[in-house]
């Protein structure tokens, strides 16, 4: 019974992924292949009603791009260590989260050039995001 409960589960799964990739816009589809040209392992989502992110593989590293639903590129997160944020990103995140270890850090390029820094850390039983501009300021809205 497992076996069976496993397999359907499988065929969901990658049914769900296959549509979700059949279902983004050829404009957004197309976008991406203009600015990723040598990307692999490209997977789609639907981040909302109006935007697709596209997670892929660009010489050995792990991206992620959004675009709205007409292929207008949104931004692109950048895998990072904590190490190579801005000192000031480091020190605000340090002064205000006093010994706690961030999961996961990224730096965001976004279409009206400007850059954030995001950086996650479990809390409790949840993830948090926190962003913050350059100069170490938090923000919510980019």
């Known amino acids: 019974m497992k076996k069976i409960i496993l397999a359907a589960t499988v065929m969901i799964v ?6 979700a990739q ?6 957004v589809v197309t976008t991406f292949n203009k600015i990723y040209p040598d990307a692999t392992k490209v997977k789609w989502d639907k981040e909302n009603d109006h935007n697709y992110e596209a997670s892929f593989e660009l010489k050995g590293v792990n991206y992620s791009a959004n675009f709205n639903e007409n292929g207008e590129w949104l ?3 950048i895998p990072y260590s904590f190490d190579q944020l801005p000192e000031k990103v480091q020190n605000a995140f340090n002064a ?11 730096k ?10 995001e950086i996650e850390f479990q809390q ?5 995001e926190l962003f913050y501009t350059e100069d170490g300021a938090e923000t919510k809205e980019y």
């Open 14 to 19: 990658t049914y769900a992924t296959s549509f």
């Open 22 to 27: 059949s279902k983004t816009p050829a404009s």
């Open 75 to 77: 931004e692109l997160e």
């Open 96 to 106: 205000s989260h006093k010994g706690v270890v961030p999961k996961a850090v990224s």
């Open 108 to 117: 965001i390029e976004t279409a009206r050039e400007v850059i954030i820094y």
């Open 124 to 128: 409790g039983a949840k993830v948090t």
